[in-house]
């Protein structure tokens, strides 16, 4: 009797022990987490996410020419598309589109849209389009259909810094002997914070050194999983449960728009 009421209480200790690690991994908007949770989407999302992946090469190749080697943003912008699986005749045609090879598609340009969510989180929306009317038009929608409103220019982007971020899944960075030395590395070249989450690390910098700072997984035979440059809240706020689950409705409505480029918020 004793012996099984023992097993009960460990099988039940167990599966609380999954919930709550379930919970702890998986709460909040942490970008590690919308990473796998990407990774589980359907054809038509992946769809889409082609869609995205091809305008920021597009706008990268428009921006700075299509010579990877002499433009940074275009490298990373294919770098990407290879990470999120964008087959290699749609990256020569999204270059080809940029430099004007191709004459298929509309002049693409970036805007920076500012909203507040459910109970005032802020919310930045970074969106490269060929029609700005449709991109603000349903930019709008998302927000006032999941309880947010769009805000004027400058009543959020104050609460954010522009900064470099590179991310490395934890499986890679567990298998390097050295970790610690290209820890030093990344901070002797500029890294302005590295932080060790359950997905992997990310490092953040500051943009004049982050193209040196990601020059340091070279060293190692390491491509990130993401790498590029984003608005990070100076400060984060927590929402209680029901709050977080509303906060990420508007986060999905929004990140599923093909104009929407990335969605940043500053809840924790």
């Known amino acids: 009797m004793g012996v099984l009421l023992l097993q009960k209480c460990k099988k039940h200790v167990t599966v609380v022990l999954l919930i709550v690690i379930d919970i702890y991994f998986m709460s909040g908007h942490s970008k590690w987490s919308k990473i796998q949770h990407k990774k589980g989407k359907n054809d038509k999302a992946r769809g889409n996410l082609f869609t995205k992946l091809s305008r920021a090469i597009t706008l990268a190749a428009q921006q700075g020419g299509g010579d990877i080697d002499m433009n940074f943003s275009l490298r990373l912008a294919v770098q990407k598309g290879k990470v999120g699986n964008l087959p290699k005749d749609n990256i020569t045609r999204a270059i080809k589109r940029g430099t004007g090879e191709l004459k298929d598609g509309a002049m693409l340009t970036e805007a920076l849209y500012e909203g507040f969510g459910p109970s005032g989180v802020a919310f930045l929306v970074e969106t490269v389009s060929d029609n700005k009317n449709r991109t603000v038009s349903e930019v709008k929608h998302a927000f006032s259909k999941y309880g947010g409103s769009l805000g004027a220019n400058g009543s959020v982007q104050w609460q954010f810094d522009r900064l470099g971020v590179i991310r490395v899944r934890k499986e890679l960075i567990d298998g390097l002997s050295s970790w610690d030395d290209v820890e030093l590395a990344f901070i002797d070249a500029g890294a302005k914070d590295i932080k ?54 508007l986060y999905d409505a929004l990140d599923v728009l093909d104009d929407v480029k990335a969605v940043h918020t500053n809840e924790a």
């Open 196 to 249: 060790m989450g359950p997905f992997g690390v990310e490092v953040y910098v500051e943009t004049s050194q982050f193209q040196t700072v990601l020059g340091v997984l070279k060293t190692v035979f390491i491509e990130p999983d993401e790498s590029g440059m984003e608005w990070i809240a100076k400060e984060t706020v927590s929402c209680d449960e029901a709050t977080s689950a509303k906060v990420e409705s």
